[in-house]
């Protein structure tokens, strides 16, 4: 889409990395990933699906958490470029979305309709397995990726794979199985909290979302922490809405 | 996937058949379990979310035994997997790399001594919404195949649905009505959304708001996903009706 220079790529790179280090959030740190993703390349969205072990693949993490969007992202576990690159193992790139009714028949129009001329997605790969996938989304007209975006976007997804890894050391293919179906639950609890703060101060989920996550950002605390507390703990329910 | 989960549904509901009621209901998860994943024996124990223990059951005496040990010790992979919220997978209890007897001092030897050598146990949770653990014994030591791995997330999956429903039994079609094609059309996430929304306009626990949702599925004869996305666009409102 852009030429991105050496400068901004390593910059990207030590930023994605350094989240790494610590006791880190892994939904939030797939969340940086995604919009770094998304700002490197100019794409309209980015989101990260995970396969589960039943194979159906789940939204993780995005760079909008747009209602119609995480639609998008979450119906390809029937159809469509993620679950293509989770199958083949291989990435899937600039696919014309007009022109892709026949290859998915089901998402090409949805996301047509939601604005995106391309789509594209990459494998995230653990060893021999494939895990999921990062999905880009092209808004513009001949938006598609060069060459040079290819590797570069593989990179930051294989960054996504290290991080499944890092969150807690990975000792056996036991712990890597008990690490995915954590973090898909939590998934479920951010939706949950969601729903629980728009809810309680009459906002649409969309905005909830905002709400919880500028609360974890200016506390310094994990969105899934957050997330959790707003469930589980009606006092620190009323603590954010007072915030 | 839908034929695995009815099939292992049916397999539940026919050994439950056998012991009648709620506690049958439970063995006939123990013993379905047992069954689909090549284990000498299973035990489920109902937990409220602070970790009490309520109603239990087991494939059988000596599975009954180890399940019972974890509560008298206070300490197991059941314990971890509701706590940690993710599964807790040990394929040989006497690995010094996964150092079950590190982790679990008491419990390793007791289990050992009683014949256990794998251990994995899942807990029965959405979101932040905890119901209890399911716990697959096996007297031989190896990892859960990939389809068994999954066959213990669908008996789980299927039980806390059994749990939440609490009077329709596992085998009603009308269970698989209205939890169908919740994947397919990319609105999964808006159930857990609604789950917080309706804990929050019901003032009820995570767990109860989902039971209540599923209750009105199966009263208006309605697909869930279609209930979750008329209550996430506030056309449905569970505080000014009976359920």
């Known amino acids: ?243 | 996937m839908e034929d695995r989960s009815a099939f292992i549904a049916d397999l539940i509901t026919r050994q439950a058949a056998v012991h009648g009621g709620r506690p049958g209901f439970l063995r006939g998860v123990c013993a379905a379990a047992a069954e689909v994943l090549s284990a000498s024996g299973a035990g489920v124990s109902v937990m409220t979310d602070d970790g009490t223990r309520g109603e239990t059951a087991a494939s059988d005496p000596a599975s009954e035994h180890i399940e019972e040990l974890q509560f008298i010790l206070g300490e197991g992979p059941c314990m971890d997997a509701f706590a940690s919220r993710r599964p807790v997978l040990i394929p040989d209890l006497g690995d010094p790399s996964t150092d079950a007897g590190g982790r679990w001092p008491f419990y390793t030897p007791a289990a050992s001594a009683g014949g256990l050598r794998a251990v994995f146990a899942f807990p029965l949770q959405i979101g932040a919404a905890r119901l209890g653990v399911l716990d697959v014994f096996r007297d031989r030591t190896g990892p859960l195949t990939a389809g068994e791995f999954a066959d213990a997330l669908t008996v789980a999956d299927v039980t806390v649905a059994a749990l939440l429903d609490r009077h329709v039994q596992a085998r009603d079609s009308r269970v698989r009505e209205i939890d169908n094609n919740d994947y397919a059309d990319g609105h999964r996430a808006e159930l857990f959304q609604a789950q917080g929304m309706v804990m929050v306009q019901l003032g009820v626990s995570l767990t109860e708001a989902m039971a209540r949702i599923r209750a009105h599925a199966y009263a208006q004869e309605r697909r869930l996903a279609d209930v979750a996305r008329d209550i996430v666009a506030r056309r449905l409102h569970f505080d000014t009706e009976k359920p």
């Open chain 1, 1 to 243: 889409m852009t030429m991105i220079s050496p400068e901004r790529l390593a910059k990207i790179f030590v930023e994605v990395a350094d989240t790494l280090v610590d006791d880190f959030d892994l939904i939030e740190f797939l969340q940086t990933l995604t919009y770094r993703a998304a700002s490197l390349v100019g794409a309209g969205a980015v989101g990260l699906l995970l396969a589960d072990e039943r194979g159906k693949l789940e939204f993780m993490a995005g760079s909008d958490e747009d209602v119609s969007l995480v639609e998008l992202f979450q119906l390809q576990t029937d159809e469509g470029p993620c679950l293509e690159a989770v199958r083949t193992g291989r990435p899937v790139v600039n696919v014309d979305l007009g022109a892709a009714a026949g290859r998915w028949p089901r998402f090409a129009p949805r996301a047509a309709a939601a604005g995106f001329h391309s789509v594209h997605a990459f494998p995230l790969r653990l060893r021999s397995q494939v895990i999921g996938a990062l999905n880009v989304f092209g808004t513009s007209l001949g938006g598609n990726l060069t060459d040079a975006d290819v590797p570069v976007i593989q990179a930051l997804t294989d960054v996504a794979a290290i991080a499944l890894l890092q969150e807690r050391a990975i000792r056996q293919g036991e712990v890597l199985s008990e690490q995915l179906q954590g973090a898909l639950n939590s998934r479920v609890v951010i939706e949950q909290a969601k729903g629980v703060v728009a809810q309680s101060m009459g906002l649409t989920v969309d905005e909830a979302f905002v709400v919880i996550r500028g609360y974890a950002r200016r506390h310094s605390r994990k969105l899934t922490d957050v997330a959790h507390a707003m469930v589980t703990d009606p006092q620190a329910l009323a603590r954010l809405k007072d915030s």
